[in-house]
């Protein structure tokens, strides 16, 4: 456990579960707020240039996704979370449910998805985080998880940076093995 820059406990889960740094991509989990921001808000210009000249199929042996659907993923999940604070912001109960990301995967097609239209969807996605981000933080938004337990905004901007950081390693690596 840590505490925010409020003295608020955050919860932790995530270096239990991946390590503090992350043990595959890196990610210290102690970025600043601003730092999380900024970095998901950098990630579809990240991604565009990774991406120039894949084709979205690229796919590493030891992955279970594709380029593309790790970018369906990155912009599903943070269109989630921006449902999550906006709607906590504007008076919700602060109880969320899970998701099963594989699940949404195979609702949604993600190896269907054009490379370009997921990118623009990434987007629109990271517009609407940015949003809800600024909801969340004039109302100090704490949520409760079923899985991670309560979470400051600090926590979920910590694990939906840490989200978009460790696939773009996942499609860096998937690229690099593609790659002739």
Do not use: F
């Not at 925010?4 to 239990?16: F, P």
């Not at 594989?102 to 993600?110: E, I, V």
């Amino acid at each position: 456990m840590r505490t925010d820059s409020h003295d608020r406990i955050v919860s932790g889960w995530e270096e239990a579960l991946y390590g503090d740094p992350c043990r595959e991509c890196g990610y210290d989990w102690s970025i600043s707020q601003a730092d999380a921001v900024s970095l998901v808000l950098g990630t579809p210009e990240a991604y565009r240039e990774l991406l120039r000249g894949a084709n979205g199929h690229e796919r590493h042996p030891e992955l279970s996704w594709s380029v593309v659907a790790y970018v369906c993923h990155v912009g599903d999940n943070l269109r989630i979370w921006a449902e999550r604070l906006a709607g906590i912001a504007r008076g919700a109960p602060r109880t969320v449910a899970a998701y099963d990301e594989n699940l949404l995967a195979r609702a949604r097609a993600y190896e269907g998805v054009a490379l370009k239209g997921a990118i623009w969807s990434l987007d629109g996605a990271v517009e609407d985080w940015n949003d809800a981000v600024g909801l969340a933080s004039v109302n100090e938004v704490v949520l409760v998880h079923p899985e991670r337990g309560e979470q400051t905004l600090l926590d979920v901007l910590r694990s939906n940076a840490h989200d978009a950081y460790h696939h773009q390693w996942d499609i860096r690596r998937s690229l690099q093995a593609n790659a002739p």
